[in-house]
Structure formats: C-alpha cells, structure tokens
C-alpha cells in the first residue's frame, strides 16, 4: 500500500478528485493548506497600499492507495492538477505498512 500526498491549487480540486473517483478511488482526505515553493509568494495591491503574500493558499490531498493503482492515480493526478504556471504543486509517495478499519477490524487493502 501507498499514501499518497498532493498539495495542489486550490481550484483544481474537482478535478483531481473526479480523475481519481475514475480510478475506483474509495476514499479521499481534503486539507486547506498554505504554503510557498520556488515562486516565493508574490506582491499585491490592497487600498493603495502594496504588501507582500507569503504564502499562497493550497490544498493537500491524501489518500491509501493499492500498489498496482500507484502510477495511474499518479498520472491522473498530475494531467488533472497541471496548469503549466509555477505553483502547480507537488506529490509525495510514502509506505504504508498497516492499515486497520477501526469498525470492523479488517486490516490492510481490505481496510482501505
């Protein structure tokens, strides 16, 4: 199993979730995020007075995944979120050892 972490735009959100739900995605976790990468943040102009945004808003995602669905969720998750502009964002792939359902006690992919 793997979890998967994507910090994404905030109004690219449907359709990163609607590419995984094609998927057979069955569960998704949805974080309001702020935070900056290689664009710094940026400068702007509020009642004529110039400040600076340090850290833009974001949107973490996270979600378990089966091993053998690993590079399509990638692949839907990139094509999806992509804008082409700096700041699209980025997506962190760890393992995932055990997973248990509280309810009812199944335990690894069953538990997901």
Request: charged content about 30%.
């Amino acid at each position: 199993m793997k979890k998967i972490e994507a910090i994404i735009k905030p109004f690219k959100l449907d359709e990163v979730k609607d590419s995984l739900n094609q998927l057979g995605l069955k569960g998704l976790t949805v974080l309001e995020a702020k935070g900056f990468g290689r664009q710094k943040g940026h400068t702007e102009l509020y009642r004529g007075a110039e400040y600076v945004v340090d850290f833009l808003p974001k949107v973490k995602i996270e979600f378990v995944i089966e091993d053998s669905l690993l590079e399509q969720a990638l692949e839907a998750i990139q094509q999806a979120a992509n804008t082409g502009h700096i700041g699209d964002g980025k997506i962190f792939v760890s393992d995932i050892e055990e997973a248990i359902r509280i309810r009812t006690g199944e335990r690894g992919t069953e538990a997901i």
